[in-house]
């Protein structure tokens, strides 16, 4: 009896840690300290919307826009290969460096 409710505790602790994994973070503070093997874990709505809310702050730090044109779509390509690279590292640092790395070819904020 006591190992059947055990097993149903950790069952139960393993759905919500799950679960925990897949919400996406309410603030930056919490937010760039989300590494890429977490979000990969999001669905990909809240995945996406992550990135786009980090990409802006770190954007508007270096001061260019990110379009929504071919440029934006390199960037979302070096944030996936950079992931791929680094499942571990932070994603805002992953999507920080692409920023930087392209910074030539983006717009300036006005």
């Not at 679960?19 to 590494?35: E, F, G, L």
């Not at 980090?54 to 990110?66: P, T, Y």
């Amino acid at each position: 009896m006591i190992a059947k409710s055990l097993a149903v505790t950790v069952a139960l602790m393993l759905v919500a840690s799950a679960s925990q994994a897949q919400m996406a973070p309410t603030n930056i503070d919490q937010a760039i300290y989300v590494t890429c093997r977490q979000a990969q874990a999001m669905n990909p709505e809240a995945r996406k919307g992550l990135a786009m809310s980090l990409a802006e702050h770190a954007a508007r730090h270096h001061g260019v826009v990110i379009p929504e044109d071919q440029r934006g779509a390199q960037m979302a390509y070096l944030v996936r290969g950079g992931c791929t690279l680094m499942p571990d590292a932070h994603l805002f640092a992953v999507i920080d460096y692409a920023i930087v790395a392209e910074m030539s070819h983006l717009p300036k904020r006005q």
